[in-house]
């Protein structure tokens, strides 16, 4: 997941989407790749420190049926990461080659906003299968959009997609639908860069809620309407990398 962008809801889409993964039967982790803004270890709800192995291996945190790895798991919370940009690309290389994954039929990283020393360390490390691109709809989000989206396209790395996140709000009073960010940025981004746009989440009250109970919404209620738009997304990818 990147975006180029902070404040899109990476993390958020990240976690969903790797839960609805996982409901498809697959074998799924989660790397938090944003060192020094972790929040995976909150949105999953456990502050549980990774062990390792006689080899040296370190043994991610399960929850949810989901393997998971992340600086928060390292670090109380008040404990910034105060990191140059060599310790950054070491933490980075371990969490990709020193965790004890196993077998995996997918392994989603939430990347911290930007191009810079993490996403290259990224491309350098590991063969990616593909990149999704969060953006929301507002042209100020879909300029760092694009730049995410152009930068692997420079490393040779396919965008699989675009995701627009906060897409909409619809007033539980009323049932109106209220375009906040403005509409069509996400279509009209993803039809330039001749990728699909892979699903509208919108700004949801549960959604929040669940994520700050450390429950993300696709585990905790299947009804939803956002866990229904994680679960076609997540539908579309299976049969995309498959192929």
């Known amino acids: 997941m990147a975006s180029g962008k902070g404040g899109v809801g990476k993390s958020t889409v990240a976690a969903n989407l ?3 993964l996982e409901q498809t039967g697959a074998r799924v982790g989660l790397c938090d790749c944003d060192i020094y803004g972790p929040s995976i270890s909150q949105m999953f709800g456990t502050r549980e420190r990774p062990m390792a192995t006689e080899e040296n291996k370190i043994v ?3 929850q949810y049926g989901l393997r998971l790895m992340s600086m928060g798991f390292l670090l109380d919370d008040t404990s910034p ?3 140059r940009g060599p310790m950054v690309t070491r933490y980075t290389q371990q969490f990709l080659r ?3 994954w196993g077998e995996l039929d997918y392994l989603v990283l939430d990347l911290p906003p930007g191009t810079g020393d993490i996403q290259l360390t990224i491309v350098q490390t590991v063969a990616l299968s593909g990149a999704i691109v969060v953006t929301t709809p507002q042209e100020v989000a879909l300029i760092d959009a694009r730049k995410a989206a152009t930068m692997f396209d420079k490393v040779n790395v396919p965008v699989l997609g675009l995701i627009e996140n906060m897409s909409y709000f619809v007033s539980p009073s009323d049932g109106k639908r209220y375009d906040i960010f403005g509409s069509g940025g996400g279509e009209r981004e993803a039809k330039r860069l001749r990728v699909p746009l892979l699903g509208q989440i919108p700004i949801d009250i549960a959604t929040r809620e669940a994520g700050d109970r450390g429950i993300p919404i696709v585990g905790e209620d299947r009804r939803s309407p956002v866990t229904a738009e994680f679960k076609k997304i997540a539908e579309h990818l ?3 990398l498959a192929q």
């Open 98 to 100: 020193q965790v004890e």
């Open 18 to 20: 790797a839960v609805a």
């Open 81 to 83: 990461a105060i990191l």
């Open 238 to 240: 299976r049969k995309t």
């Open 60 to 62: 991610p945190i399960e």
